[in-house]
């Protein structure tokens, strides 16, 4: 693949250069096209960049040497440079993971690629759509032996719940009364919702014999939830579990979640949440995860 198709990460080099379908899309979606011209055009668009990747989708560099293979209709797929740092010194090859909230798969794969074919991936992603990129990307990176698929939501019982299927990546989530009736004002009644199973983390590890030694929890402010599920998993595997938990306090108030409620967990389970990278606020922080680990 040549230089000009590739995509890389933020952090391993800010400015890349987009390959000559990429570069013509960009011109015409500055005009003013109708939606029922723009559909068309952006089918033609994907259908162009799959066969200029015969198929094999763009490839993106990342700081350590790994190369992930995207497809094209998630060209927009990014990695934190922070969180990419901190993780990668957490795994080890032969490492069981988990991935609550993997969405199509951006740091599954990669953990998948960490960890080797002695170690386990478990990627949830309830989303339907989501979770069939997801589904596509393990395969595109022949990871079908170490990452596996599970189309459930964590939180902190098992159930089945109506979960909000967002407009864009990265928003959908688990609906709470306050978050439905919100978007009944906000959306005119017209937000996608869809009934997905909820599992726990105990629940789950128990079920499938699995110690973890990385979980990364991303969903969108229902992160509490997550954590009061896996109570029992995060006790037994204390001092040698990296844990990753992104934090949504924009989100929590809309779900009748409070910074008291998080904390109060984390005094629980006697946890401090430590950022990537030095802030005296910790809580002030949103889109990037925070390392909680055990207090001494």
Avoid at 12 to 28: K, S
Avoid at 226 to 246: H, M, N, P, Q, Y
Wanted: glycine letters at 8%.
């Amino acid at each position: 693949m040549a230089a000009s198709d590739r995509i890389v990460a933020e952090g391993a080099d800010r400015y890349r250069r987009p390959g000559l379908v990429e570069r013509l899309a960009m011109r015409l979606s500055k005009l003013a096209w109708r939606p029922s011209i723009r559909q068309p055009l952006k089918k033609m668009y994907l259908r162009a960049l799959t066969l200029q990747t015969r198929g094999r989708g763009l490839p993106a560099s990342l700081p350590g040497g790994e190369s992930v293979r995207v497809l094209p209709e998630y060209g927009f797929l990014s990695w934190n440079p922070d969180e990419y740092r901190a993780f990668r010194e957490a795994v080890r090859p032969g490492m069981t993971a988990l991935d609550i909230g993997a969405n199509v798969g951006a740091y599954s794969l990669l953990i998948g690629q960490w960890v080797g074919s002695s170690g386990a991936v478990f990627a949830f992603e309830p989303a339907p759509d989501a979770h069939d990129g997801l589904q596509r990307h393990i395969h595109l990176n022949a990871l079908d032996a170490v990452v596996t698929p599970v189309r459930a939501a964590a939180g902190a019982a098992s159930s089945t719940s109506r979960f909000v299927v967002g407009t864009t990546a990265g928003e959908s989530r688990l609906a709470t009364p306050s978050t439905l009736a919100a978007l009944a004002t906000t959306s005119g009644g017209e937000a996608t919702t869809v009934d997905v199973p909820v599992t726990t983390i105990d629940e789950f590890c128990a079920r499938e014999h699995l110690t973890p030694d990385f979980i990364k929890i991303d969903v969108e402010g229902a992160e509490l939830d997550v954590l009061r599920g896996a109570r029992d998993t995060i006790r037994r595997t204390r001092g040698r579990l990296s844990l990753f938990v992104e934090m949504h306090p924009s989100i929590w108030r809309s779900s009748g979640v409070t910074l008291a409620d998080v904390r109060a967990e984390l005094d629980t389970q006697q946890l401090d949440a430590v950022p990537l990278t030095p802030t005296d606020d910790p809580w002030a922080i949103e889109g990037v995860c925070l390392r909680l680990v055990a207090r001494s």
